[in-house]
Each structure stands twice: as structure tokens, then as C-alpha cells.
């Protein structure tokens, strides 16, 4: 996927003295390639929909150019495939194993070896005279392989022949298991992608720095242009590093699995007691050189022929690889047609992470139940390494590049990680969970759903980054204070009483959005709270023990209704005075203090569960903080309808009335706000809880044997089929209907969406001043040229047309008052058409200088203004809104005005940009 990328820049290249096609539309959205990121960022996020419609328009050679170019490096990548092997038969002077022996024997001996290993007859034995070692090599393509022996191995033959066997047998292994065509097709795709693809690149981006350095480039993107390009020369050598580390472990990889194909053929383990060199670089260090090795080392060797099991555990680098691949997934992915917008990179990503994650962990947990003494895969390590890939991704692939390499708020990459942990201890722990079911139909179902709930949550944290949480670590929570003077203006009230409950919200609000936001999401909370219990009825024996879950869920319960009447109660001293005051900023902050107090106790339950359990911890603590959640709804409801009632816990009423409607409402707003990114936060919770439950039982002091043990507990007995189906009655009906209920208007939460991003765009669209003035020039240009100028020619056009209508209208005879007929449906749709026209020019990009920006506003607001009260005034009948026509006439004639003086303002506009984006005309 890089590849198409670096050859996209290699053979396109983008312009750096005028601004293209794409790099036109980001400019006349107001962005300054010297600028800050975060503020670049806001401007794409802020006029997604005009971007988006901009860059429809900007045609894709570039990208197709860099696609085309990464099919024919594929296949030249064919090409060396199939040519290293003839180079190395051409090279090496090797004899047939006919001209070194005196007989058949060893002929023979190999014909038997190459039956047993049930390789294709055609597989070549040669020998190398030249080579005195013990050893041997394997080389080939489509089929077509050479064994090669050294010298040293045939004469090894007469003195040690089941070493000879171990050799032989390991090269055969190698081809049974097609380890050279992956050896050789790594190497071929490898040499072609650094020759063809990454030197061109890291020599074209070195030269443009090397130029811009010596002050060669007058592109006005310098100095910013030499951070981004020094990010990616340091990106493109970290990408070298880390596929030399992933090439190097699948080779090592292979290497095991021949050893261990070679000892179930009838190898003898003597051939591998062998002593490792002796070192000269300290352990650390050598550790490290290891990693970069090939082969693995004879002792490492040695290891997993004694314990076959040791290979079936899950690789830290494997899964550190795997993350860093994803991370990068998702960011190259993106210059694929079709994937260049919306949540495609996530999924893809997901979608090709998952298997990995799921079938590594589902080995390593099988694996472990099989071997008596083993220590149970948990997932957490796994989880671990593969979101620190996640993270180092993040920086190879660009996440953070421009102008500023380090993250304003670095404890965001921390959801990375979380990203990985979460679904892989589920997927471990549920997988220990599936070992008992009995018949293949169940184990297959089960099997699917755990991988559709990893998927799921995968996919959901991967958009949440790359959605939300790349912002929030670029400093979008702490930046101009948008999102807090947009609450301001959604909930009016005395918001001077709450400041601190304000910045509080406005900083936890943005986190909690998407994940509550997604459907898919939320049936995956849904999924890991209640399939282990249907599992658990299903089944008994599954070692979730039920009966104590659910009681720490109801204590957990408990403490989130002493903390939802707390908060009420504290509330009460800043509750304003009059009904009105209190239905607003009183009313969200009240909501919110609900939410903390619900989300609080879930996560304190689930940690304490988590922290005491032993065995399926996780899913213990899920069901736990469910069992919380739907006792805080049912509390939340109360509280509502009986508002009024509680004396010093009312909220809103003075009176007492018991309205459930008002209950229902307030308890799904609540559900909306918390349902799903409660299940998730708890799930971290969880985590926390677990690491803190380990460290202490590690430090807690052992018994002396000379004191008694303590006795055997009594074994539990197991609940009645009635009552744990009525079990699932009770938490899965409820968690279904708040799930339904809370996505049910998806269609009308995306329309409020849209409308709360477009008053976000007006509100706080304050456009940053580009650096240098060449920047500023081309911004002018584009906003110019991308569409400002259409739609300024189009309402003068429409105000055109208004004005030649008025003078066909004058032009007519008066009637006998002495006053002019209007035809009131042409006026109506003429003053309609601009309007209209006002209206689609405020969907585009705002103009790109603040000196400007503020006029351009106004002046569209007024037109659109005047243009309504222009067709009120001339609306007849049922629709009129005015009493008497002297009215409509002087509505109608400051409409006129109204209309005039904004197009006046809107050509003012016009002559400041195309002074400012073509300054050489004053000077011609």
C-alpha cells in the first residue's frame, strides 16, 4: 500500500508554485500548508460537505497514476521471482549428487528421504564442492526447487547419518511447507519496491529538501514544507526497519515449523544440539540483533522442538507487526478510488486485523486447554503489543504529520491501545468460554460471533480515531472554545453558575459522541454482555458463576442510586429560581451529573469485579456494569416522573405530579448519551481493575505450611433452569429495547447533526491568516476559482433579472389609482431564485481572510433575509402576511433595498479577492 503513495509522488508530483486541482480546493477552505494542524484540521472537519463536493470535481490521474505504476512494480516483483533462482544456478558451480559418489547409495538414500517428505518427484539434489560446512540450502519457484548439499554434508554422511536424515529432511520440509516461495517471493517484492519505489522517493523528497535548505525553492510552503518533508524521510526509513523486521520473522517463523516437520518425519533432536557462539555485545543488545536475524538462534530452536506448544503462543513482535500494518492501512488506504472520504479505511483495516487477532488468540487458547500446566492465554499481552503497532503506525503512516510533529495531547494514543486490548482479551476469554459447548452446530455459531463482536470492535475503535480521536490529540477538546459556545447556544440559561461543570462536559462530550453515535457499535455492547449469558444457560459449568455477578451488580446498583441522589441533592443549592431558568443550561448540567454518577458506578463495579475474579473477568465485569446501567435507567425514569415529589431531590417542579412521560423521556436522553460508551469505558475500567487485582495477589503473603489450609468452600449449587432463563428475560429484553429505542430516529439525528456542524461552521468559522503572502495570493485564486466566483456571478445574475423585471414592470401603463400591477408569483419566484442562490452560497467554502469573511456573511444572511420578505410581500390570499397592500408595497420596496445594498457588499468582496488574488493587475 505504499507503494502507491510514494510512485503516486514520484510520477506526479504536486505543484509547488501554483496551486493544482486538490491542493486548490484545501486552499480555498482556508488552509495554510505553514499552518498549525489542529488548525487545518477544524477547516476540513468544519466544511466537510463543500470539501468533499470540491474535490468531486478534481479528476484522479494522479492517484490512478500511482496505482498503475504499483501493479507494474508487482509485477517486476514476478519477474525477480522467477529469475533469482536461475541467477543462483548460474552463480554457484554446482556438480549433480551423481558425480560425488562412487555408487547409488546416496542417490537412493535421497529418493527414500524426498518419498517419505511426499514432495513432487521433481524436486533436484545437488552438491556444492566449494562449501566445507555441514549444512544445506533450498532453492526455487513454481514448483520448480533444488536441494543443494554442501560438501561438508555428503562427507558428514558416513559418520553421522541421522544428521544427514535431520539436514535433508528440514530442506525438504521447507519445500512441503513452501517456505521458498515465501522466502523468495519476500525477497522479490522486497528488492523491487526499495529499487523502483522507495529510493525514488527518498531521493526526490531529499532533493526538495536539499533545495529548499540552500534557499533554491521560493515555494511559499517553506519553511513548513521542510517538517513535512523531513517527516516522511524519517518515515520512509522507519518503514524500511519495520519490513525488514516482519521479513526476518516470517522467515525465522519457517524455520521452526521445518524443525518441527523434520522431527514428526523421524528426524533425530540430536541434529539440533548444537552450541550458539559465543557473543560479543552485551544480552540487550543482542536480543535485539536477533530479531533482525534470519534464522533463529539453536537454542531458541531447541525450545520449541521440547515444548511443540511454545509455537502455537502468540508473538509479541507478530502482533506489534500486525498493528503497525493496520495502522498504516488506514491511512494509505485512502488514496484508493472510492475510499478516499467516509469510514472506509477503518472497516478494511478491521476487517483484515480481525482474522489475525482472532485465529492467533483462538490457537493460543486451544493450544493451552490441551496442555495440562500451561499458563491460560489472556489476550492482555497480545492486546498490548498489538496497539503499541497501532501507535508506531500512527507516526510512520503520517497521523500527526505537518508542521508539528508532536501531539499537543499525547494521552489520546492511549485509546489506541485500548482499541487492541479490549477486543483481544473478549476474544480470549470468550474462546476459554466456547471449549465446553457441546455439538459442532453451537461451537460454530459461537465461533462466528466472537469473531463478528471482534471485528466490531476493532472497526469502532479504528473510526473512532480516525473520526474523533486523532482531533482530540491534536487539542481539539482545549481549542478556541467552539464546542462550549455552541452548548451555550443550544441550552440558554445562567451558564455563570456553572463553569467548571461546563468545561468539564465540553472536554468529555466530544469523546463520548461517536462512540454512542454508531449502530454497529452498540449492537456489539449488546453482544458481549449478553451472549456470555445465554452461553451460560445454555451450558453449565462455564465458570462465570453467575449468582455472585449478579449480586455485585445489584451493590454496584445500589451505589449508582446513593450517587444519583447525591447529585441532585448538590445540585439543589444552584437550581434557579423560576421553571424557565431551570429547563436550560440547569437541565443539561443536571443530565450530565446523572450520566457521571451512572457511568461512575458501572466503571467502579466492573473494576472490583474484575479486580476479584479469576477467570473470565472481563465478562464477569460486562454483565456486572450492565446490571448497573439498567438500575440507573429505571432510577433515572423515577426520579423524572415523580419530579416534584422528592423534596429536596426535585429537579425541575415545585408541584407533585407523577408524569411518566417526562420519565421516559429523560431516561432514553440519558440511555442516548451513555448506553453504548458506558459498556466500553467499563470495559477499560475492567482492565485497570484486573492489573490492580494481579499486582496484589502477587504481593500478598503466602501461608506457612505448618499453618492449617483453609477448608474446601462448599460447591456452589447451580440455579434452576427457570430461573436462569428468566435471568436473560431480565437484562436481555431491557437491553434490547434501550439499544432499539436509542437508534431508532438515526435519520433525524443525523439531520440535527448536520445542522449542529453547519451552526458550529457559522458560528466559529474564523479562517487563520496564512503565514506568507504568495499563500495568501493563491488562496484569493482558489476560493476564486473553485466555485466563489460562480456563485457571486449567480446572484448577480438572479438580482440581474429582479432588476430587469422591475423595469418591464415600469415600463407598463399605471391603472387608475395611478400605481403599477405586479405580477406577484414571477416577483415571488425571481426574489425565490436569489434567495436560493444566497442559500447555496453559504454551503460553500467561508472566504479565506477574516477582514473579508465577516462581510461576505452578513451580506448572504441579508439577501436571504430580503428574498423572504420579498415573497411574503407579494403572498395573496391565505398566504399573505401582510394586512394591507400599502404594507406589502413598503415591505416589498426595503426588501429591494435590503437585496440592493448587499449585492453592493458582496462586490466589494469581490474586488478586495480579485485585487488580493491577482495583485499584477494594478501594477499593468
Known amino acids: 500500500m505504499s507503494s502507491i503513495t510514494m510512485l503516486d509522488t514520484v510520477l506526479a508530483p504536486r505543484p509547488d508554485d501554483t496551486p493544482g486541482d486538490a491542493l486548490g480546493c484545501l486552499l480555498a477552505a482556508g488552509v495554510d500548508p505553514n499552518g498549525g494542524n489542529l488548525d487545518n484540521l477544524l477547516l476540513g472537519v468544519r466544511h466537510a460537505t463543500a470539501l468533499e463536493t470540491c474535490m468531486s470535481g478534481v479528476p484522479t490521474v494522479a492517484n490512478v497514476k500511482g496505482l498503475v505504476a504499483t501493479f507494474f512494480l508487482l509485477a517486476a516483483a514476478a519477474v525477480v521471482y522467477a529469475w533469482l533462482p536461475r541467477r543462483r544456478d548460474r552463480k554457484n558451480r554446482t556438480v549433480p549428487v551423481g558425480t560425488v559418489s562412487r555408487d547409488t547409495s546416496l542417490q537412493d538414500e535421497l529418493a527414500q528421504l524426498r518419498e517419505l517428505s511426499g514432495t513432487a518427484p521433481g524436486v533436484r539434489f545437488r552438491v556444492d564442492p566449494t562449501r566445507t560446512t555441514a549444512g544445506a540450502v533450498v532453492y526455487g519457484s513454481a514448483g520448480r526447487y533444488t536441494v543443494c548439499l554442501h560438501a561438508g554434508l555428503v562427507a558428514r554422511r ?52 536539499t533545495n529548499g535548505l540552500l534557499g533554491r525553492n521560493a515555494s511559499p510552503f517553506w519553511p513548513g514544507a521542510a517538517s513535512i518533508i523531513t517527516y516522511s524521510l524519517l518515515s520512509g526509513l522507519l518503514l524500511v526497519a519495520l519490513v525488514h523486521l516482519a521479513r526476518a520473522d516470517l522467515l525465522r517463523r519457517r524455520e521452526l515449523h521445518a524443525d518441527r516437520q523434520a522431527v514428526a518425519w523421524g528426524a533425530t533432536l540430536g541434529g539440533w544440539d548444537h552450541p550458539d557462539p559465543p557473543g560479543t555485545v552485551a544480552t540487550p543488545l543482542r536480543r535485539v540483533i536477533a530479531l533482525l536475524r534470519t534464522h533463529p538462534r539453536w537454542a531458541e530452536r531447541r525450545r520449541v522442538l521440547d515444548d511443540p506448544g511454545r509455537m502455537a503462543r502468540v508473538s509479541a513482535l507478530e502482533m506489534l507487526l500486525t498493528g503497525v500494518g493496520a495502522s498504516l492501512l488506514v491511512h494509505e488506504v485512502l488514496v484508493l478510488p472510492g475510499l478516499s472520504g467516509g469510514t472506509g479505511g477503518a472497516f478494511l483495516t478491521a476487517l483484515l486485523v480481525a482474522p489475525v487477532l482472532f485465529l492467533v488468540l483462538r490457537r ?23 496497539g503499541a503497532g497501532l501507535v508506531v503506525g500512527t507516526f510512520v503512516g503520517g497521523g500527526n504529520s505537518g508542521t508539528e510533529w508532536v501531539i499537543a495531547q499525547p494521552v489520546y494514543l492511549l485509546a489506541l491501545v485500548v482499541t487492541a486490548v479490549v477486543p483481544a482479551v473478549w476474544t480470549a476469554q470468550f474462546c476459554r468460554l466456547t471449549l465446553v459447548l457441546p455439538g459442532r452446530l453451537l461451537r460454530i455459531a459461537t465461533v462466528l460471533l466472537n469473531f463478528l463482536v471482534t471485528l466490531a470492535l476493532l472497526w469502532g475503535g479504528l473510526l473512532w480515531w480516525q473520526s474523533s480521536g486523532r482531533a482530540l490529540a491534536m487539542g481539539f477538546a482545549v481549542h478556541d472554545g467552539a464546542l462550549t459556545a455552541l452548548i451555550k447556544e443550544e441550552f440558554p440559561g445562567p451558564w455563570g453558575l456553572y463553569p467548571r461543570d461546563l468545561s468539564v462536559i465540553s472536554a468529555v462530550s466530544p469523546v463520548l459522541m461517536m462512540l454512542n453515535k454508531e449502530v454497529l457499535l452498540a449492537a456489539a455492547a449488546l453482544l458481549m454482555s449478553l451472549v456470555p449469558l445465554l452461553l451460560h444457560v445454555r451450558v453449565r459449568g462455564t465458570g462465570l458463576r453467575l449468582r455472585r455477578t449478579l449480586m455485585a451488580g445489584l451493590a454496584g446498583g445500589l451505589v449508582c442510586w446513593a450517587g444519583l441522589a ?56 460486562l454483565l456486572a456494569a450492565q446490571v448497573v446501567q439498567f438500575m440507573a435507567y429505571a432510577a433515572v425514569f423515577a426520579l423524572a416522573a415523580a419530579d416534584g415529589c422528592l423534596g429536596p431531590l426535585n429537579k425541575l417542579g415545585d408541584r407533585c405530579h407523577w408524569l411518566p412521560e417526562n420519565g421516559r423521556i429523560l431516561a432514553e436522553l440519558t440511555a442516548a448519551q451513555s448506553l453504548t460508551a458506558t459498556v466500553f469505558l467499563s470495559a477499560c475500567a475492567a482492565l485497570a481493575g484486573a492489573a490492580v487485582g494481579r499486582i496484589a495477589h502477587r504481593h500478598r503473603p503466602t501461608a506457612s505450611p505448618s499453618q492449617p489450609s483453609a477448608q474446601a468452600s462448599p460447591e456452589i449449587r447451580p440455579w434452576p433452569a427457570v430461573l436462569r432463563r428468566s435471568t436473560i428475560l431480565v437484562l436481555g429484553v431491557p437491553a434490547c429495547l434501550l439499544t432499539v429505542l436509542t437508534h431508532a430516529d438515526d435519520a433525524d439525528s443525523a439531520q440535527r447533526s448536520a445542522v449542529e456542524n453547519q451552526r458550529f461552521a457559522e458560528l466559529f468559522d474564523t479562517p487563520q491568516t496564512a503565514r506568507v503572502a504568495k499563500v495568501r495570493e493563491w488562496q484569493a485564486a482558489a476560493w476564486l476559482g473553485k466555485g466563489g466566483l460562480d456563485r457571486i456571478g449567480g446572484m448577480g445574475d438572479a438580482f440581474t433579472a429582479l432588476g430587469d423585471a422591475l423595469t418591464e414592470a415600469a415600463e407598463q401603463e399605471p391603472d387608475t389609482n395611478g400605481k403599477i400591477r405586479l405580477d406577484e408569483t414571477k416577483f415571488s419566484r425571481l426574489c425565490g431564485t436569489l434567495g436560493g442562490r444566497a442559500a447555496q452560497a453559504r454551503k ?68 478586495k479577492l480579485d485585487a488580493m488574488a491577482f495583485p499584477s493587475k494594478d501594477g499593468s
Open 158 to 209: 558416513g559418520t553421522d547419518p541421522d544428521g544427514f536424515r535431520t539436514v535433508v529432511l528440514h530442506e525438504l520440509a521447507h519445500i512441503r511447507n513452501r517456505d521458498v516461495d515465501f522466502a523468495y517471493g519476500s525477497t522479490a517484492l522486497w528488492r523491487v519496491f526499495v529499487v523502483l519505489a522507495l529510493l525514488p522517493y527518498l531521493f526526490q523528497q531529499g532533493r526538495l529538501l
Open 364 to 386: 493460543s487458547v486451544a493450544s493451552a486447554a490441551r496442555s495440562a500446566g500451561r499458563r491460560t492465554e489472556t489476550g492482555v499481552r497480545a492486546g498490548l503489543w498489538l
Open 566 to 621: 447525591a447529585a441532585a441533592y448538590a445540585l439543589r443549592a444552584r437550581r434557579p429560581v423560576t421553571f424557565d431558568q431551570r429547563t436550560g443550561a440547569f437541565q443539561y448540567v443536571h443530565m450530565w451529573w446523572q450520566i457521571a454518577a451512572l457511568m461512575g458506578a458501572c466503571l467502579v463495579t466492573a473494576s472490583v469485579v474484575a479486580g476479584v475474579s479469576r477467570r473470565h473477568w472481563l465478562l464477569r465485569a
Open 844 to 911: 460553500y467554502f467561508p472566504v479565506p481572510f477574516k477582514e473579508l469573511q465577516q462581510p461576505w456573511s452578513d451580506a448572504l444572511r441579508r439577501l436571504q433575509s430580503d428574498s423572504r420578505t420579498c415573497q411574503d410581500a407579494m403572498a395573496m390570499g391565505e398566504d399573505a402576511k401582510f394586512a394591507t397592500n400599502a404594507e406589502r408595497g413598503l415591505r416589498f420596496q426595503q426588501s429591494l433595498d435590503g437585496m440592493r445594498a448587499a449585492m453592493n457588499a458582496l462586490t466589494d468582496v469581490l474586488q
